[in-house]
């Protein structure tokens, strides 16, 4: 037998989630139900991002230090001529 209309409204009024009793108590539920869903890294997979990020600084510190020698020594040649 196929489910009137009424039928039909009234299990999805049923099925609806209870609204919070207060606006914090809602926010924390909804903020644990959100921490659920995350997928925290591995611990290897979060050193090897370590490593990347240590490399990374570690050429850029590089770069930059290079670029200082050169225009430093670039100008106290300009300053002498």
Do not use: C, S
């Amino acid at each position: 037998m196929a489910k009137t209309t009424e039928k039909v409204k009234a299990e999805k009024i049923e099925k609806a989630p209870k609204a919070p009793k207060t606006k914090k108590v809602g926010y924390f539920r909804g903020a644990f139900a959100e921490l659920k869903q995350v997928h925290f890294p591995t611990r290897k997979a979060t050193w090897k991002m370590v490593l990347a990020v240590v490399i990374y600084v570690l050429a850029f510190t590089a770069l930059v230090l290079l670029l200082d020698m050169l225009f430093d020594f670039i100008f106290k040649n300009l300053l002498r001529a």
